[in-house]
């Protein structure tokens, strides 16, 4: 089994920042991709953007420039650093991964998701 945790979720002022978490646990051989996308009440979940085990990033229009994507192989922790927040960021983030396991299966998992608040 593979689990993803995430954390670092809250409230924050519009403009304010916040860094999100997400550490990879289990039976994890590899991980290729990793990434965020995040879900607003009445909204379809959306890709925010990812990254490669090469460190390459790939970001959504509305956030580029505002958020970054790195990762820490050794610890499988993917991170999302968010400034410049404004209200419409607000949403339910969700990390997800791409994971060889040691039973030589490969899928994707998603974390149970951390809350984002932005406060006009």
């Known amino acids: 089994q593979v689990q993803l945790v995430e954390s670092g979720g809250g409230l924050v002022q519009a403009g304010g920042s916040l860094r999100l978490s997400c550490a990879a646990s289990?039976?994890?051989?590899?991980?290729?991709?990793m990434g965020w996308y995040r879900q607003a009440p009445g909204k379809q979940r959306e890709l925010v953007g990812t990254i490669t085990s090469g460190r390459n990033t790939n970001y959504e229009d509305s956030v580029k420039g505002r958020c970054t994507i790195s990762r820490d192989n050794a610890k499988n922790t993917v991170y999302l650093q968010m400034d410049s927040l404004k209200p419409e960021d607000a949403a339910v983030y969700y990390c997800?991964?791409?994971?060889?396991?040691?039973?030589?299966?490969?899928?994707?998992?998603w974390g149970q998701g951390t809350q984002v608040t932005v406060s006009s």
């Open positions: 997800y991964a791409y994971v060889t396991t040691t039973m030589g299966a490969y899928r994707g998992y």
């Open positions: 289990g039976s994890i051989s590899s991980i290729t991709i």
